[in-house]
């Protein structure tokens, strides 16, 4: 048998046969191959947890109250892929007997100065704030959390050793706390610089690049200010009042519990 000329090229008849016979078990079984690929894309791209986003940066605020701590924190995601990704996260908040879950939070998407986008809708999954981003090619976004936490006693921490959950160290983290006048600090486990005063605060502060916390944040304070708890109804109404969470946000109020770490 001579060779059988594909684009001029001579094949022999039991290749071309056995070619034959593969591409036709493949055009049968396109169906299955196309919708297991769907399958395996949907389960990469919209599950949000095999994804490029990368965690960099994060700036946190926290203030000091009488009977509760006030966090504001901006962080940074970029997606490092040539290809959309999804991100799904969970919030842990600082939970314990003295630290009662936060009764208010708020979360929405950012500019880098802190100015709200719009709000980041997000559920409750096994105790967690959970929420979704998309995002274009190479695109960043900052997201921005606010929190208000009871607290039972003088001290408080924030969460930073879940940024080995990223297995890469954070480019930059900026860390402030502000105390009112009255109060004096007195402990934190990360050194703090004290800047100068903003009335009527008290501000310190840390930073650091490449940074890849092995413990949390944890800080305390001194000094005759009342700290007895406000009610949940205080806590909303000054919050409103004040506008102690970023403008353009509202507050979203949880029973007590509801939100676990």
Known sequence: MEPIRILGFGVPPKIYMTVRS????????????????????????????????????????????????????????????????VLSLRVPFPVDGEHPPPGIYTLSEARADGRVLRQIRSVDRDGKVAFRLIFRPGEGKWVRLSYVQPTRVPNGRYILKTTRAWRHPLAQGEYVLRLPRELELAFSNYPLALTPPARPWKVYGFSAVNFWPDRDWEFSWGGHAAMAQPSSKEVVCEAQRTRRLPAGMVPIVRPAGSIRQ
Request: aromatic share 18%.
């Open 22 to 85: 593969l591409g036709r078990w493949f055009a049968r079984g396109a169906d299955l191959w196309l919708a297991g690929g769907l399958i395996v894309f949907g389960v990469y791209f919209f599950s949000g947890y095999f994804t490029s986003v990368l965690f960099d940066r994060e700036r946190i605020e926290i203030r000091v109250e009488p009977g509760r701590i006030i966090v504001a924190g901006l962080y940074h995601y970029l997606n490092s892929s040539r290809l959309p990704a």
